[in-house]
């Protein structure tokens, strides 16, 4: 089955309004004509608002990079998956390795996190991935399956095709060290057969992006395999030139 490849830019804390209001008129002209490659920019809050209304119509998806769980409450300093949807945005990133790491995101939280993005019509994309520790004991599936089954407990088997799973090791985060495309194809297979244990359909559905390291020297390779749908793109996303040779890298 035919999946569209997703190419997204996590900003991360990076760009003021201003500054992505520049990079998104400078964005829109170079992707208009990249047929079939979907385009998200996960920006900070801040930019949400004037980003969606610039790429309106575009071929550009806003996405948050988090998000509460609860609709409302007395959550100081957070933001709700409606007020996103409200604002314009189409997706939110969860479980972040950075969130998980520095900010204590739990398995729990994106259990509930999850079903909350969809419920308000964003599309979650969760992130998962192994630590260098884990990869080096030889328990990579072992993690990739315990966040898989915990992170999706609370989707439905039919709604799994609606997500987007980033497979990111964490240890090729921000680091220059790039997967090999077989490391990244391997994960991402052993993904789609834990989500085809669920539901087969939906697993030959949902897109699985590789992360970490991700530039546009090295995309094109990663790219051309066949489970690796699309990337999640750190630094490289922070300049137009640089994301948009990436986006070009993904058209099939
Ligand atoms: P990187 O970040 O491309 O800078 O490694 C990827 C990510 O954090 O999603």
Redesign the pocket.
Known sequence: MARNPLIAG?W?MHKSERQAEEYIQALLPRVAALEGVGVAICAPYTDLKALADSARGSRVEVYAQNMHQEDQGAYTGEVSAPMLSEAGVQGVVLG?S?RRAQFGESDHALALKVPAALRAGLTPLLCVGESEQERDAGDTERRLRQQIAEDLGGVAAEQLSELVIAY?PVW????GRVASPEQAQEAIAFIRALLAARDERAAQQVRILY????DPDNAAGLLELPDIDGA?????SLQVDSFARIVAAARR
């Open positions: 996590n991360k972040h950075e990111e090729a985060i921000g680091t992360g970490g390291s991700v999640l793109v750190g630094g490289a």
